[in-house]
């Protein structure tokens, strides 16, 4: 059964760099029907889309974080990375690492537990 | 890129039906058919309850439906349970190979 674990600091400072690892465990990363995303979620609000990346390393980002986002892919090592620049308070967020399936429209059908980042001084 | 429409609050009483709405754009929901709804729990991550406008992965329960008219999505709960009370989101691709979710919408059982 696949499962996602998101990892990395829970406190960031304004200004500085969010980065994040997602380990994928029970199935390879390296799959030609799957994208591997980054979703965060402000403290009671929705879901916002950071960006998906295949794993040939194509990526896709949401137009309003493009400036200051890399998604990365490790596939020796079935991981993935987030990395996102100069951070604000706005960036507080749960993140989640998840699947994204072609064969299922596109869907996000595996996510990961989510990670709490706070971005404060 | 907009976030796509949903009612902040639905609520309904046990055993009837509601529906919840996503109204998107010719860019999104109209421009292809790759909507997706997420159920999710407080504290928890978001589950894929349908795909593909109105395909349920295995193991979602058939009281979850999914259809499309136009820029507009919708999902139905048939035979409401306690247990449906949670947050739901739609999502769906673009034509810009990105993904777009709705604000979401707090189902509340009576």
């Known amino acids: 059964q696949l499962q996602l674990q998101e990892s990395g600091p829970g406190l960031v400072k304004p200004s500085e760099t969010l980065s994040l690892t997602c380990t994928v465990s029970?199935?390879?990363?390296?799959?030609?029907?799957?994208?591997w995303a980054w979703i965060r979620q402000p403290p009671g609000k929705t879901l916002e889309w950071i960006g998906n990346?295949?794993?040939?390393?194509?990526?896709d980002y949401n137009p309003s974080l493009r400036s200051r986002v890399t998604i990365s892919v490790d596939t020796s090592m079935d991981h993935f990375s987030l990395s996102l620049n100069s951070v604000t308070a706005a960036d507080t967020a749960v993140y989640y690492c998840?699947?994204?399936?072609?064969?299922?429209?596109?869907?996000?059908?595996?996510w990961g537990q989510g990670t709490t980042v706070t971005v404060s001084s | 890129q907009s976030a796509l429409t949903q009612p902040a609050s639905v609520s309904g009483s046990p055993g009837q039906s509601i529906t919840i709405s996503c109204i998107g754009t010719s860019s999104d929901i109209g421009g292809y058919n790759y909507v997706s709804w997420y159920q999710q729990y407080p504290g928890k991550a978001p589950k894929l309850l349908i795909y593909?406008?109105?395909s349920r992965p295995s193991g979602v329960s058939n009281r979850f439906s999914g259809s499309k008219s136009g820029d507009t999505a919708s999902l139905t709960i048939s035979g409401l349970q306690a247990e449906d009370e949670a947050d739901y989101y739609c999502s769906s691709y673009t034509i810009r190979s990105t993904v777009l979710f709705g604000g979401g919408t707090k189902v509340t059982v009576l």
């Open positions: 990346i295949y794993y040939t390393g194509r990526t």
């Open positions: 998840a699947r994204l399936g072609i064969i299922v429209g596109y869907g996000l059908d595996v």
């Open positions: 593909d406008v109105s």
């Open positions: 029970g199935g390879p990363i390296g799959s030609s029907s799957y994208y």
